[in-house]
């Protein structure tokens, strides 16, 4: 049986207040034939280092995107780091990085056709404020905007 076909644009972003210090992820999953938002929240992570939680960021991104039956993945990221390393450009050296890749990786190739590309950080504005609010509240925060 065929999936329907359901592409997304994905933002994420994470980071930490001190490295490591109190973390988040924000994510904001939209379609890419309309713009239409179908899943923004942020994520409190307690305390984790910039780098875990942009790879927990990416792991919640795909989770959410799977859960919506997304077929093809368009993700975007200010963390050159992430990026570069699930493109394969860069080795995973971090043995801590290394379990959170290789899940991001399985949960990757179970889309149809799953992209990620580096972005300006000025281009993650919606994904950044989601961090700081899971960060202030010390909880998610999903689907802040409705």
């Known amino acids: 049986m ?3 076909l359901l592409r997304v644009t994905v933002h994420i972003d994470g980071g930490a ?3 490591p210090g109190p973390a988040g992820a924000g994510v904001v999953i939209a379609s890419s034939d309309d713009g239409t938002v179908l ?3 942020g994520y409190y992570l307690g305390r984790a280092t910039n780098n875990v939680a942009e790879y927990r960021a990416l792991i919640a991104a795909l989770e959410a995107a799977t859960a919506l039956g997304a077929s093809e993945i368009d ?3 200010d963390s050159e780091l992430l990026v570069r390393q699930m493109l394969g450009q860069y080795r995973v050296k971090n043995e801590g990085l290394k379990p959170l890749f290789e899940c991001a990786g399985i949960l990757a190739g179970k889309f149809d056709r799953f992209g ?3 972005i300006r ?3 993650n ?3 950044d ?3 700081n609010q899971a960060i202030n509240a010390k909880r998610n925060v999903e689907d802040a905007a409705t």
Do not use: Y
Request: aromatic share 4%; net charge positive.
């Open 2 to 4: 065929k999936r329907s």
């Open 17 to 19: 207040r001190g490295n």
């Open 39 to 41: 899943h923004e929240g």
């Open 75 to 77: 993700v975007f990221s």
């Open 116 to 118: 990620i590309q580096h």
């Open 121 to 123: 950080r000025e281009r």
């Open 125 to 127: 504005q919606h994904a």
């Open 129 to 131: 404020r989601l961090v």
